[in-house]
């Protein structure tokens, strides 16, 4: 599996934790920037990713801001994606059980590194449920 990476300023340190993690897991990852805590805009790395997902480049994502809220509202622009800001183990779990997230979103100031692996672990260790999910997240996709 191919999961691409991205994130600003304020998500570059908590980026670098996940991105070691994705690599100690054995998955291949796709760094979309930024390389340091130099200011830069965050909708340039949510859009990038969103289009590395949508385009299959990768096959998920994980983006990073310093709150998580501008960055995920970025990649959720780009058709075909569903970004989940989590900040929590089961807000993970659920976003991948009820809708099928495929970038979740994370914040660098405000989610703890511990925290945020075992929130990365559970979403990708955690199965889309389908049923009368299906039509909601086909729902979202023709928007």
């Given at each position: 599996?191919?999961?691409?990476?991205?994130?600003?300023?304020?998500?570059?340190?908590?980026?670098?934790?996940?991105?070691?993690?994705?690599?100690?897991?054995?998955?291949?990852v796709v760094d979309l920037g930024?390389?340091?805590?130099?200011?830069?805009?965050?909708?340039?790395?949510?859009?990038?990713?969103?289009?590395?997902?949508?385009?299959?480049?990768?096959?998920?994502?994980?983006?990073?801001?310093?709150?998580?809220?501008?960055?995920?509202?970025?990649?959720?622009?780009?058709?075909?994606?569903?970004?989940?800001?989590?900040?929590?183990?089961?807000?993970?779990?659920?976003?991948?059980?009820?809708?099928?997230?495929?970038?979740?979103?994370?914040?660098?100031?405000?989610?703890?590194?511990?925290?945020?692996?075992?929130?990365?672990?559970?979403?990708?260790?955690?199965?889309?449920?389908?049923?009368?999910?299906?039509?909601?997240t086909a729902m979202l996709d023709?928007?």
């Amino acid at each position: 599996m191919i999961i691409a990476v991205a994130s600003d300023h304020g998500g570059f340190a908590l980026k670098d934790i996940v991105k070691k993690h994705l690599l100690e897991r054995g998955f291949k990852v796709v760094d979309l920037g930024t390389d340091s805590e130099a200011s830069v805009d965050y909708p340039v790395y949510g859009k990038a990713c969103g289009e590395a997902v949508a385009s299959g480049k990768a096959d998920i994502g994980i983006v990073v801001c310093g709150t998580g809220i501008g960055i995920s509202i970025a990649a959720n622009k780009v058709k075909g994606i569903r970004c989940g800001l989590c900040t929590s183990v089961e807000m993970a779990k659920l976003t991948k059980q009820h809708n099928n997230a495929n970038i979740l979103a994370l914040g660098g100031r405000t989610t703890a590194p511990e925290l945020a692996v075992e929130i990365v672990d559970a979403w990708l260790d955690t199965e889309f449920e389908g049923g009368r999910h299906e039509r909601r997240t086909a729902m979202l996709d023709e928007m």
